[in-house]
């Protein structure tokens, strides 16, 4: 489960560039629930993310992992509950590290590393097993650079490893949003494929309105770093794009036009 | 060259692929350029040689010389990480620093070994073998031993997790991986390795200079690119090796240089040799990619 509560972050806090990310997000994620979140850009989507994985402080507020406060925790220390994939496909893995040696790295994610030897064959062979799963071929090129791969290959390998190491929390950030549309909807279904076979709790940051509804269970708005609307249940199972932006307008009195037009773009 | 000069320069050879090693670890691993070495090298000679003037255990002199050198790397990583100081100017920082220390800790500016006990006076003698040929086994083994340690740990999971800093340092992050504690361990074992070198260097030539450190870097780099451009390989066993054989075909390649009558080299020259060795084994992989693309192109063509 995650809990945050009234969370607040302030970038360049008293300076002219002070930008208040997040202005008290409350939100209960219980365990095995799959939320997604979406919002414009500046909306405070990837600081919301960033903040729970531990990669940016709030200025105010709390988070809990289960009953565990883990506000003053930092990103490394919180690697034992949580597991990432990142927007770039190159940030979640190592470029000139083989593939194997990247999923070694993720097996031993949350726990002090030994001085055992970081390979050997039964490791290789839980690899194998799992990258053809993936039917990429990559079952065969363990011994492959890992910036050998394409973009897409890259992606898939870092969702794999993201569940190699059990955890309870799986934070996806816009993880299809670099990829083309076939590769998107193939990383989508392995990632709905892990979420349901181990039942993490999942958040995920997504552009599409689409697939915010498509996937998970429930689904967050934020805007100008509040949660302007949370929909789950069959409330959300009638939903579709159109309903969404109505109450996106709706939720902001300011009148303001939609300028993201990534947002009106449903795919 | 005579055997004699062959042997010289197989013993510089040997001492600087520790060298090698641990610029290999800085430059090649945690992706940290660390200039520091100029100075913990001549900081694990002098420390070293003081002791041993002093009466102290020629082995307990060595270690704590390596020791010195270390915690010359933690102070960079220090500078570096805690004041988020660049880690070039920091490394320079430290090691300007360290010339003065270098000279505080000999009490003057060179200590001469040459009566004293050192390293190899256990094994002077030894199967009847003449010293020069000793000197060389004996640096030989420490090289190759050290090699073969520094590639077991970069395949453990802890060296594997010291890659991963130096190659992404925000999944290494995301794995649960301590980028700081890595760095700091990273640099002291890469100037505990070079403060070895030192060590070593001080007692097999008799003595510690203040001005012995200058351009350790350079010549460190340069049997890192010499050894991986002749031996391309993703294994950490033939990479390490390959530190000590770039350092040896460094050595040979500068004393040929300096040997030859021809091109009218002084020793004094050995700085431009080095610099122009450096820069030619720098251009020579980026020119082949160059000449192979064009070949390619001329086949399509």
Known sequence: MIRCNNLHVTFNHGLPTEKLALRGVDLTIP????????????????????????????????IFFGERNV??????????????????????????????????????????????????????????????????GLEDRLDSEMGLLSGGQ???????MSALQPSSILLLDEHTAALDP????????????????KQLTVMMVTHSMRQALDHGSRTVMLHEGKIIFDLEGKERANYEVKDLLNLFAQARNDGEELDDDKLLLGS | MSVFAFLGTLEIGFIYGLVAIGVYITFRILDFPDLTVD??????????????VAGQNVFFATLLGTLAASCAGLLTAWLNLRFNILHLLASILTMT???????????????????????????????????????????????????????????????????????????????????TEKVYIGLALSNGLVGLAGALFAQTNGFADSTMGIGTIVVGLAAVIIGQSLFASRSMWVIALSCIVGSILYRVAVSL???????GFKASDLNLITAVLVALALVFPKLRSEWKAKQAEGNNG
């Open chain 1, 31 to 62: 365990s095995g629930e799959f939320v997604t979140v979406i919002g414009s850009n500046g909306a405070g989507k990837s600081t919301l993310l960033n903040t729970i994985a531990g990669d940016i402080k709030s200025t105010r507020g709390e």
């Open chain 1, 71 to 136: 506000t003053k925790l930092p990103a490394t220390g919180r690697t034992k509950d949580i597991a990432r994939v990142f927007q770039d496909p190159l940030a979640g893995t190592c470029g000139d590290l083989t593939v194997e040696e990247n999923m070694s790295l993720a097996y031993g994610r949350g726990k002090r590393g030994t001085l055992a030897f970081a390979l050997n064959n039964k490791l290789r062979a839980v690899f194998k097993e799992q990258l053809s799963r993936l039917n990429l």
């Open chain 1, 154 to 160: 890259r992606q898939s390998v870092s969702l794999l």
């Open chain 1, 182 to 197: 076939k590769t998107a909807a193939l990383i989508m279904d392995i990632s709905s494929q892990i979420i349901a076979e």
């Open chain 2, 39 to 52: 100075g913990s090298f001549t900081l694990g000679a002098a420390v070293t040689a003081t002791l041993i």
């Open chain 2, 97 to 179: 620093a360290l010339y003065t220390i270098n000279l505080r800790v000999m009490g003057k500016p060179n200590v001469a070994l040459i009566m004293e006990p050192t390293i190899l006076t256990p094994f002077e003698g030894m199967f009847g073998l003449p010293d020069m040929v000793m000197k060389v086994i004996f640096v030989a083994i420490f090289a190759v031993i050290a090699a073969l340690l520094v590639a077991w740990f970069l395949n453990t999971q802890y060296g594997l997790a010291m890659r991963a800093v130096g190659s992404n340092k925000r999944m290494a992050q995301a794995n649960g991986i301590v980028v």
């Open chain 2, 257 to 263: 240089a300096l040997n030859a009558d021809f091109l």
